[in-house]
């Protein structure tokens, strides 16, 4: 170990000053919080009372299917509670849930004191809190959508699903993954640069690596499918006929797009539950993970391969021949990377000595299940059976055995594993064994005979069923199944409760782990550690009974606050060495009320009052220009000392910073919806019926005008960002850019192109151009802040403000460009003469 950083301060006013400077506050004070341990607690609190939602809904349906010709519920109702049942399960509690348990659990395993991006997180909570509260306020008024959870169209269209029950759900599910966005970039930026000194790539927690995957994962994966919601929506809203086949339509569009999300998803959701695995399942057989640069190949290749994967749901929709035989052999490839690290896990028991604990239970719990589930997942891949057993009980079997399995269990695990960590006691686990079996048998028996009515021929979504078919006893036992399994979850529930009120303390580290979480005092304080340490090895290879100690006396780095500010270590990406101090933001309520102002948006889409749109959109500006504002503190323009002989700059004038990089991932994000919106508009041009259209034709000297300015902002972003005097003119420039472009692509879209109702390639050139006029809206707003900066005082201004600005001018160049290209590209692939 190193030598003190202070030596002779006192460690418990070190305590103490870092717990004034982290703690939150009391009563309505909780609601600024934006600490990573109030905020993962609340997802993970939130997204189980999502979980005993769905699993109502779930035994409503078991109790619809236990008989034939069931009166329990009507056609309308039960397609409300199943759709509600699928959307919840996938989108309120899966995904916030691992969300919930990286938030929470990153910042210790990785030696740090809080997330890169406190406040993020804290808007990310809100939002998936206020969309939640949409959805399932719609379920109890009766209004919820029932056209499944995948929201097939043209079921989900104006015509046939008329009312809001449909724009409840993809207006509301749109505003819940903005979370999961912001969820995304803050854990990879997290990853990426804030972490224990020393901590390299090769060094890091295998977690850490499944959620680097999982949320790269989640920032290329999730835009297809918020922008299939913001198409759907619109043809619901203004008639644009993107998936209509009457008008150069075409539905197929929606379900590629939902799919380019969908089979992702799977992954995501199972890569968490894995992460754990790979984390306790050493600990509880007392050795090292066998395989980890193997494992961790493992992740990188099967987050490629899932998203090659899209059409294996959509092999019955008439894909050549061709296309169906590369994605079928894609499929059956997938199970490659993971049996690589299902042996690893068997390689890892073999070599230690396992404590079968209730941990340990649940994680053979899940090495049966989603064993079965992955042979019948291959059974899917090919081709003919799938034909076959498409649409089939068979294959909500097979989801189920995927899905549950690879997660609840793991799920379960993690809970009896992390508990002592957050509670600071152990459990008292009186109740622990008969839960699982409860919860093992009832599942096996709910899902396992599915499979048996699927090959028998029972489609899903139906709510009743003649009794002649023979699958009346089937589905009597599969409910009965669920019911037991519902009681198994009770017992879990109770059991947790005896662990808050009866458990047994302990001082630290119960499991004997080298992980660094157990370094900390249990249950932990807000600012985790009161020193960052430095890590000489592989970080599940450490002492965490001597680190701990040694940490909580301030001998590590940032071992001393400094003038009142939060403060972590931001590290070099690759090496771990310190390379800046990044100072966090306080508590406040500005996620709260940025969260209510984009619910606000959301309302006013839902219940149609167009007319307030605009209102909300400065409302949600306005909230985040308050972001922008700094802590008056002072900072130092020099190198400050972090301890140990090292000095490094503050974040503000680190050449590369942690919102600079959020910036970058943002920017992926939003460069993945514009090309799936590329790609849409394409397909239709390619597969959609009623093509070409009606001839119209576009003023090529506007565009010309319009890609002028986003070439001046561009221009004038990149003159700002230089400095050297000229930030005022660069920025003015830039903003004159922005107003020019915006001004045209909005005048050519509203005022220029014959009404978008009438044909899907006049719909599509116009979502293009109001794209690209959004995008100079917001440039605008970054060259309008830049500019009354540099007014203001021109030194006050930051060279990293002015860096991201510089991104968001050119990529906005980039996306007005393109959105002229297209438009002279479709017209010159329909042909001479113009559209």
Same mark, same amino acid.
């Given at each position: 170990?190193?030598?003190?950083?202070?030596?002779?301060?006192?460690?418990?006013?070190?305590?103490?000053?870092?717990?004034?400077?982290?703690?939150?506050?009391?009563?309505?004070?909780?609601?600024?919080?934006?600490?990573?341990?109030?905020?993962?607690?609340?997802?993970?609190?939130?997204?189980?009372?999502?979980?005993?939602?769905?699993?109502?809904?779930?035994?409503?349906?078991?109790?619809?299917?236990?008989?034939?010709?069931?009166?329990?519920?009507?056609?309308?109702?039960?397609?409300?509670?199943?759709?509600?049942?699928?959307?919840?399960?996938?989108?309120?509690?899966?995904?916030?849930?691992?969300?919930?348990?990286?938030?929470?659990?990153?910042?210790?395993?990785?030696?740090?004191? +809080?997330?890169?991006?406190?406040?993020?997180?804290?808007?990310?909570?809100?939002?998936?809190?206020?969309?939640?509260?949409?959805?399932?306020?719609?379920?109890?008024?009766?209004?919820?959508?029932?056209?499944?959870?995948?929201?097939?169209?043209?079921?989900?269209?104006?015509?046939?699903?008329?009312?809001?029950?449909? +724009?409840?759900?993809?207006?509301?599910?749109?505003?819940?993954?903005?979370?999961?966005? %912001?969820?995304?970039?803050?854990?990879?930026?997290?990853?990426?640069?804030?972490?224990?000194?020393? #901590?390299?790539?090769?060094?890091?927690?295998?977690?850490?690596?499944?959620?680097?995957?999982?949320?790269?994962?989640?920032?290329?994966?999730?835009?297809?499918?918020?922008?299939?919601?913001?198409?759907?929506?619109?043809?619901?809203?203004?008639?644009?006929?993107?998936?209509?086949?009457?008008?150069?339509?075409?539905?197929?569009?929606?379900?590629?797009?939902? !799919?380019?999300?969908?089979?992702?998803?799977?992954?995501?959701?199972?890569?968490?539950?894995?992460?754990?695995?790979?984390?306790?399942?050493?600990?509880?057989?007392?050795?090292?993970?066998?395989?980890?640069?193997?494992?961790?190949?493992?992740?990188?290749?099967?987050?490629?391969?899932?998203?090659?994967? !899209?059409?294996? /749901?959509?092999?019955?929709?008439?894909?050549? /021949?061709?296309?169906?035989?590369?994605? %079928?052999?894609?499929?059956?490839?997938?199970?490659?990377?993971?049996?690589?690290?299902?042996?690893? !896990?068997?390689?890892?028991?073999?070599?230690?000595?396992?404590?079968?604990?209730?941990?340990?239970?649940?994680?053979?719990?899940?090495?049966?299940?989603?064993?079965?589930?992955?042979?019948?997942?291959?059974?899917?891949?090919?081709?003919?059976?799938?034909?076959?057993?498409?649409?089939?009980?068979?294959?909500?079997?097979?989801?189920?055995?995927?899905?549950?399995?690879?997660?609840?269990?793991?799920?379960?695990?993690?809970?009896?594993?992390?508990?002592?960590?957050?509670?600071?006691?152990?459990?008292?686990?009186?109740?622990?064994?008969?839960?699982?079996?409860?919860?093992?048998?009832?599942?096996?028996?709910?899902?396992?005979?599915?499979?048996?009515?699927?090959?028998?021929? #029972?489609?899903?979504?139906?709510?009743?069923?003649?009794?002649?078919?023979?699958?009346?006893?089937?589905?009597?036992?599969?409910?009965?199944?669920?019911?037991?399994?519902?009681?198994?979850?009770?017992?879990?529930?109770?059991?947790?409760?005896?662990?808050?009120?009866?458990?047994?303390?302990?001082?630290?580290?119960?499991?004997?782990?080298?992980?660094?979480?157990?370094?900390?005092?249990?249950?932990?304080?807000?600012?985790?550690?009161?020193?960052?340490?430095?890590?000489?090895?592989?970080?599940?290879?450490?002492?965490? *009974?001597?680190?701990?100690?040694?940490? @909580?006396?301030?001998?590590?780095?940032?071992?001393?606050?400094?003038? +009142?500010? #939060?403060?972590?270590?931001?590290? +070099?990406?690759?090496?771990?060495?310190?390379?800046?101090?990044?100072?966090?933001?306080?508590?406040?309520?500005?996620?709260?009320?940025?969260?209510?102002?984009?619910?606000?948006?959301?309302?006013?889409?839902?219940?149609?009052?167009?007319?307030?749109?605009?209102?909300?959109?400065?409302?949600?500006?306005?909230?985040?220009?308050?972001?922008?504002?700094?802590?008056?503190?002072?900072?130092?323009?020099?190198?400050?000392?972090?301890?140990?002989?090292?000095?490094?700059?503050?974040?503000?004038?680190?050449?590369?910073?942690?919102?600079?990089?959020?910036?970058?991932?943002?920017?992926?994000?939003?460069?993945?919806?514009?090309?799936?919106?590329?790609?849409?508009?394409?397909?239709?041009?390619?597969?959609?019926?009623?093509?070409?259209?009606?001839?119209?034709?576009?003023?090529?000297?506007?565009?010309?005008?319009?890609?002028?300015?986003?070439?001046?902002?561009?221009?004038?972003?990149?003159?700002?960002?230089?400095?050297?005097?000229?930030?005022?003119?660069?920025?003015?420039?830039?903003?004159?850019?922005?107003?020019?472009?915006?001004?045209?692509?909005?005048?050519?879209?509203?005022?220029?192109?014959?009404?978008?109702?009438?044909?899907?390639?006049?719909?599509?050139?116009?979502?293009?151009?109001?794209?690209?006029?959004?995008?100079?809206?917001?440039?605008?707003?970054?060259?309008?802040?830049?500019?009354?900066?540099?007014?203001?005082?021109?030194?006050?201004?930051?060279?990293?403000?002015?860096?991201?600005?510089?991104?968001?001018? *050119?990529?906005?160049?980039?996306?007005?460009?393109?959105?002229?290209?297209?438009?002279? @590209?479709?017209?010159?692939?329909?042909?001479?003469?113009?559209?």
């Amino acid at each position: 170990m190193n030598e003190p950083t202070s030596p002779g301060h006192n460690p418990i006013e070190l305590h103490r000053a870092l717990d004034r400077l982290w703690a939150g506050k009391p009563g309505w004070g909780r609601l600024a919080a934006v600490n990573h341990n109030v905020v993962g607690v609340r997802f993970m609190l939130t997204a189980l009372v999502f979980f005993a939602i769905g699993g109502i809904l779930a035994m409503l349906i078991r109790t619809q299917l236990a008989s034939a010709n069931s009166v329990f519920m009507d056609a309308e109702t039960y397609g409300q509670v199943f759709t509600m049942h699928g959307t919840i399960m996938m989108f309120l509690f899966a995904i916030p849930f691992f969300e919930g348990m990286a938030i929470y659990l990153l910042p210790k395993l990785l030696g740090t004191r +809080d997330l890169a991006f406190p406040r993020l997180g804290a808007y990310g909570y809100w939002c998936y809190l206020f969309g939640g509260m949409i959805l399932i306020g719609a379920l109890i008024g009766g209004v919820a959508p029932s056209g499944g959870w995948f929201m097939y169209t043209p079921l989900s269209s104006s015509v046939y699903s008329p009312g809001i029950n449909s +724009d409840v759900w993809l207006l509301g599910i749109t505003f819940v993954e903005i979370s999961a966005l %912001s969820a995304a970039v803050e854990i990879i930026v997290t990853i990426v640069k804030i972490r224990a000194a020393g #901590m390299s790539l090769d060094r890091m927690p295998i977690f850490a690596w499944y959620m680097l995957v999982v949320a790269t994962m989640m920032l290329v994966g999730f835009p297809p499918l918020i922008l299939g919601s913001i198409l759907l929506e619109v043809e619901r809203a203004f008639d644009l006929p993107f998936f209509d086949p009457t008008r150069g339509g075409d539905p197929l569009l929606w379900q590629h797009l939902f !799919w380019l999300f969908g089979h992702p998803e799977v992954y995501i959701i199972f890569l968490p539950a894995a992460g754990a695995i790979s984390t306790i399942l050493p600990v509880l057989s007392g050795t090292p993970l066998a395989g980890y640069r193997v494992i961790v190949a493992a992740i990188v290749s099967m987050a490629f391969l899932s998203f090659g994967l !899209w059409v294996h /749901h959509m092999y019955t929709v008439g894909i050549p /021949h061709v296309a169906l035989s590369f994605f %079928s052999a894609a499929s059956a490839l997938v199970a490659v990377p993971t049996a690589i690290q299902i042996f690893a !896990w068997l390689a890892t028991m073999a070599h230690g000595r396992p404590r079968f604990s209730i941990p340990m239970l649940h994680i053979f719990g899940f090495f049966f299940v989603f064993v079965i589930g992955g042979l019948t997942g291959v059974m899917l891949a090919m081709v003919p059976f799938d034909w076959q057993a498409h649409d089939t009980h068979f294959v909500v079997a097979h989801l189920h055995y995927v899905l549950v399995g690879g997660f609840i269990f793991p799920m379960l695990a993690m809970a009896y594993y992390w508990l002592p960590h957050l509670t600071g006691k152990q459990p008292v686990q009186h109740l622990s064994n008969a839960a699982f079996w409860m919860i093992f048998i009832g599942f096996n028996v709910t899902f396992f005979f599915m499979h048996l009515t699927g090959l028998l021929g #029972m489609p899903r979504r139906v709510f009743e069923y003649p009794t002649e078919f023979g699958w009346e006893t089937l589905n009597f036992i599969s409910s009965m199944g669920s019911f037991i399994m519902a009681m198994g979850f009770a017992l879990v529930a109770l059991d947790f409760i005896l662990l808050f009120k009866f458990g047994r303390p302990f001082r630290r580290n119960p499991w004997k782990a080298g992980t660094l979480e157990w370094a900390m005092p249990t249950p932990p304080p807000s600012y985790n550690f009161a020193s960052i340490p430095r890590v000489n090895k592989r970080a599940d290879l450490l002492d965490p *009974d001597t680190l701990g100690p040694y940490l @909580a006396s301030g001998r590590g780095y940032l071992g001393m606050p400094r003038n +009142d500010r #939060m403060e972590v270590l931001g590290v +070099d990406p690759v090496t771990g060495e310190p390379d800046q101090v990044v100072m966090l933001p306080r508590q406040t309520y500005l996620p709260l009320w940025t969260a209510i102002a984009t619910g606000a948006f959301f309302l006013v889409m839902l219940f149609k009052l167009y007319w307030a749109i605009p209102v909300a959109l400065i409302a949600v500006i306005v909230c985040f220009w308050l972001w922008t504002r700094r802590d008056p503190l002072p900072v130092e323009n020099d190198l400050v000392p972090i301890g140990h002989g090292l000095s490094v700059p503050v974040h503000l004038h680190a050449s590369t910073p942690p919102s600079y990089l959020a910036m970058v991932l943002t920017l992926v994000a939003d460069a993945t919806l514009y090309i799936s919106l590329l790609f849409g508009c394409l397909f239709l041009w390619v597969s959609a019926p009623n093509w070409p259209p009606a001839g119209f034709v576009v003023d090529v000297k506007l565009l010309a005008l319009a890609v002028g300015g986003v070439i001046m902002s561009c221009v004038g972003g990149r003159l700002a960002a230089r400095r050297n005097g000229a930030v005022t003119v660069g920025s003015a420039l830039a903003l004159l850019g922005h107003l020019i472009s915006t001004g045209l692509f909005l005048a050519i879209a509203l005022l220029v192109l014959p009404a978008p109702s009438g044909h899907a390639a006049i719909a599509s050139v116009f979502v293009i151009f109001i794209y690209a006029a959004l995008h100079g809206t917001i440039g605008a707003v970054f060259a309008a802040h830049a500019l009354w900066t540099s007014l203001g005082n021109r030194k006050a201004i930051l060279s990293i403000d002015l860096r991201i600005g510089r991104l968001w001018h *050119d990529y906005t160049a980039a996306a007005g460009i393109s959105a002229a290209a297209f438009y002279l @590209a479709l017209q010159s692939l329909i042909g001479e003469g113009g559209l």
